[in-house]
């Protein structure tokens, strides 16, 4: 280091000691040159000094190597104008610009234009050099060559893209293939991969061939072939010939295999090419017979086959030329020359004949004579075709010589050929007008070409209706004109899976939902001249599919429901007791009776709600009777003439179905009525007329496709404002209403619809803005002989004599307010909490125990395992079981001795109840 340089500090940049030495300018000339040369000597980067207006006044020898320009060369100039490359950024050019104008200093990474063109970069970093009064005077630049970093950097980042670009081709090769391809384990033989052709041939979906393994699509015919091949197998390209494989549905497919060994997913794997090749085999096993046919043919009618190479001029003859000419097909084909044996009479016009039709290409068709081997000459027909090359010139000369003799032979050949020819043409048009499937053609423009019978079911259209016509302006409404133009943008592109789901129109104005498979029609040159459509009407198949989404939607809303009203049953059971409790202890005359007394009918509400929940998820316990409809009807009726506005007309005929009778709840079919009057009566705030009729039998078009047997309709329908198709989608969702916050809970239809659906109903709805509402309900109807088992009424509540009661109940709120009520009447009581422990209690206890009281739902053991365990031990006590349950009871086996107890109940009735239990099996009562 040069003694007279003063140290810097390591982040001082080159830029920053330049300006730090012309800034010291004033401490005199020689010390300012002296230390300018020393950043130029020992500096590797370019270094320039530029005027304030930003001219260079002086280069170091690293700027002249790095740019190519000697220091003669660059004075005057501004580095922004002779180093700026076209790549240069304008936004950063004009930055740097700005900086330097205003005296700003500024470090960048730019591309720099090197003397001879070539690009270079360079980190750029300039600081301008003030004087004591902080005017720029100069500025100092540094360049530094980052041009290696920057090609290199380019150049991974190029290779990365490249890599991407590959796997991204790759998979769309795949993916995109119309060839199945998939990518097996070697051992596992599992599917790793399929793609969409594969998936589309065999008929299984993604994820059912990746739990197959490759044995799942083979014939069992097959599968020792298969177990060798895989012994055999090598990780390299493989051609495994074709093989037969079946389809999810059982159809056979004859596939052309080849592989090859991949890593996949870090597995060691295969991938497989199946080209079918069901439709090549069949058609060259279709040939093959055809030749052997036609070779049949050729050899019973006594002709002779000649094949003539015009290049070669070597000729092949097949047939019986024995029996015609009288030498072998060998002999004709090298020592006996054909034109030989022609009539020297004949030659000239023979050779004249060949000479015009090969230079026309035109069939060769003559008789003329030829002499056989006995020296006779004979008349022969022949008749030949030429095959030309690629550039149109005839190369070959395929025909038939005959004896005009068996002529008539050969015509019967010919038309018997024909005549299979035009009879299998008119199969296929046979199978064509029958097919069950919509096949339509259609030129370029979207117009009718031709229609097969199943479209003209579809679309209503007779064949000459539809054929010129506009697919636009017959079938196709005008919400899907800009879906169907690009559908065929797409096909006239060469998409072959340019497929569409959509609305069409049918004659009589009806919207159907109707699948199109296209493919798209080209000429001989590949010009798109139209599209083959193929249509089914998916119209009941939607509807269906959208019926059992709501199904299924419905039924896990119902679950939730009844989940929630289990756990909200066992805390009205415990509200209700504390209730009882409480007013057993307070005067009459309290004030808080009247509070306790809302509290109880706000919990009788509560309740209500919760069986409202279980009649939605269908879990409520519908108390079924046979009644006549027209009863019930006519009874709520009378209740709705007096909640009912004036403004409403109600209008009731019950005349047509006086006499059907059904097995269903009375109070749910009143609620049925009175949900769909109340909802007519929020429809209606201006008036209207609301109409409930019955109808016996029902009319076909309200009933299940599947409906068997006698039905009754129930219909309410109004004049109101009607429901638009998407709040009608909705209406049987729980909770979901149109009406004001605090006005609905959204419950009545759900519920409405859990009770038609318990009593085994069917409900159509029909409605339209401004057009009001039809809900027509059928019902199965039931013989007059049918009956069921009233219950029979509780008795009087006895009190207890010190009886002690064991009690199992794993709530805690309802099993201490079961306690405190049996105390409170006269009984000693001991209560646990899960199943065991009730056993061990009665082991305990043993005769003590008088009267088990059970939830059916108790923790390690079910209250009915309890009962069942007890009878094998010989305890099994008179039993009060209780439940929140409405279904799932068939189990319980009830007597005078054991009887059933729902929540939410008042303590009032399971004093009553254990009362009349224990009374019944002493024999009397207390």
């Not at 009064?133 to 540094?142: A, D, F, L, M």
């Not at 019955?694 to 129930?714: E, H, K, M, Y």
């Not at 305890?875 to 107890?901: A, K, M, N, S």
Request: aromatic share 6%; glycine share 8%; hydrophobic share 40%.
């Amino acid at each position: 280091m040069d003694p007279r340089q003063p140290p810097t500090p390591d982040n001082t940049s080159p830029a920053d000691l330049a300006v730090g030495v012309l800034s010291d300018a004033a401490r005199g000339a020689s010390i300012e040159s002296e230390r300018l040369a020393l950043v130029a000597t020992y500096t590797t980067n370019a270094v320039v000094i530029a005027d304030p207006s930003g001219r260079i006044e002086w280069v170091n020898p690293a700027f002249t190597r790095f740019t190519g320009y000697e220091l003669a060369e660059v004075l005057g100039q501004r580095p922004r104008d002779l180093l700026r490359h076209p790549e240069m950024d304008p936004a950063l050019q004009a930055e740097i610009n700005a900086k330097a104008d205003r005296g700003e200093g500024f470090r960048a990474e730019c591309p720099v234009l090197h003397k001879s063109g070539a690009l270079l970069w360079a980190e750029v970093d300039i600081r301008p050099v003030r004087d004591a009064r902080g005017v720029v005077t100069q500025s100092v630049g540094v360049y530094t060559d980052v041009t290696k970093r920057k090609l290199a950097e380019q150049q991974r980042d190029g290779s990365e893209r490249a890599l991407r670009r590959s796997e991204e081709r790759y998979r769309s090769l795949f993916e995109s293939s119309p060839v199945p391809m998939w990518v097996y384990d070697r051992e596992s033989l599992r599917f790793l991969a399929v793609n969409d052709a594969a998936i589309e041939k065999y008929g299984f979906s993604r994820d059912e061939f990746l739990r197959m393994t490759i044995h799942g699509i083979r014939t069992p015919e097959e599968a020792s072939r298969l177990t060798a091949e895989l012994r055999t197998t090598a990780s390299g390209p493989r051609r495994a010939g074709v093989w037969r494989h079946r389809t999810k549905a059982g159809d056979e497919v004859l596939a052309d295999i080849a592989s090859h060994g991949v890593t996949f997913e870090g597995r060691e794997a295969r991938l497989v090419i199946a080209m079918d090749v069901t439709a090549r085999e069949r058609a060259q096993e279709e040939i093959l017979q055809w030749r052997l046919r036609y070779e049949a043919a050729v050899w019973s009618s006594g002709q002779v086959l000649y094949d003539w190479d015009l290049l070669s001029d070597r000729v092949v003859w097949a047939g019986d030329s024995g029996a015609i000419l009288g030498y072998r097909a060998e002999d004709l084909g090298t020592s006996v020359p054909w034109h030989t044996l022609v009539h020297p009479d004949d030659l000239p016009a023979v050779e004249g004949e060949l000479q015009r039709t090969a230079a026309h290409g035109s069939p060769f068709v003559m008789q003329y004579r030829v002499r056989r081997r006995d020296g006779a000459y004979m008349h022969v027909s022949d008749t030949g075709h030429y095959i030309k090359d690629d550039t149109g010139r005839p190369v070959r000369l395929i025909g038939f010589i005959a004896d005009v003799t068996e002529r008539h032979l050969a015509e019967a050949t010919r038309r018997r050929l024909e005549q299979e020819r035009e009879a299998l043409v008119a199969r296929l048009k046979m199978q064509l007008e029958r097919m069950p499937i919509a096949c339509i053609v259609f030129d370029k423009d979207l117009r009718f070409l031709d229609i097969n019978p199943a479209a003209e079911s579809i679309f209503g259209y007779r064949r000459d209706e539809a054929v010129g016509r506009s697919a636009m302006d017959l079938i196709v409404p005008p919400s899907a004109h800009s879906y169907v133009e690009m559908l065929i943008s797409r096909l006239a592109a060469g998409d072959m899976k340019a497929n569409g789901h959509n609305q069409n129109c049918t004659r009589d104005g009806r919207l159907i939902e109707c699948e199109w498979t296209n493919t798209p029609l080209t000429d001989e040159t590949g010009r798109f001249v139209g599209v083959l459509s193929m249509v089914q009407d998916v119209t009941e198949r939607q509807r269906l599919e959208n019926q059992l989404r709501h199904s299924q939607k419905l039924e896990a809303v119902g679950q939730l429901a009844s989940g929630v009203a289990h756990d909200f049953n066992n805390l009205l059971t415990a509200i209700f007791g504390y209730l009882s409790l409480a007013k057993l202890t307070i005067e009459a005359d309290h004030p808080a009776i009247k509070a306790l007394a809302q509290v109880e009918e706000a919990a009788k509400q509560a309740a209500g709600v919760t069986g409202g929940l279980l009649t939605f998820s269908r879990k409520a316990a519908a108390d079924k009777a046979p009644l006549k409809l027209a009863i019930v009807v006519n009874d709520a009726v009378k209740l709705l003439r007096r909640t009912l506005p004036a403004s409403i007309r109600l209008s009731v005929d019950t005349a047509a179905a006086s006499e059907a009778t059904i097995l269903a709840d009375a109070t749910q079919i009143q609620q049925i009525i009175t949900n769909l009057a109340i909802n007519s009566r929020d429809a209606m705030p201006d008036g209207g007329e609301l109409r409930i009729a019955l109808t016996a039998p029902a009319p076909v078009s309200s009933l299940p496709v599947s409906s068997a047997g006698d039905w009754v309709q129930l219909t309410v329908a109004d004049t109101g404002t009607g429901m638009t198709p998407d709040v009608r989608a909705r209406i049987f969702e729980p909770f979901f209403t149109t009406k004001e916050r605090g006005h609905g809970t959204g419950l009545g239809l759900s519920i409405l619809h859990g009770i038609v659906e318990e009593h085994g109903g069917h409900i159509q709805v029909e409605s339209a803005p401004g057009q009001g509402t039809t809900f027509s309900i059928a019902f199965p109807a039931v013989g007059p002989g049918t009956s069921l088992v009233a219950a029979t009424a509780v008795n009087d509540t006895p009190a207890g004599h010190g009886e002690t009661i064991l009690v199992g109940e794993d709530h805690q709120l309802v099993r201490e307010i079961i306690c405190a009520a049996l105390r409170s009447v006269g009984y000693e009581v001991v209560a646990v909490g899960d199943g065991p422990a009730v056993l061990r209690s009665m082991q305990e206890l043993q005769n003590q125990v008088k009267l088990l009281v059970l939830d059916i739902d108790l923790p390690g053991m079910n209250g009915l395992d309890c009962l069942r365990e007890l009878k094998t031990m010989n305890l099994r006590r008179p039993t009060v079981v209780i439940t929140g349950r409405t279904t799932g009871l068939e189990d319980v086996e009830l007597d005078e001795t054991t009887v059933l107890l729902r929540k939410p109940f008042q303590v009032g009735q399971l004093a009553e109840l254990v009362g009349n239990v224990i009374a019944g099996a002493r024999g009397g009562r207390a």
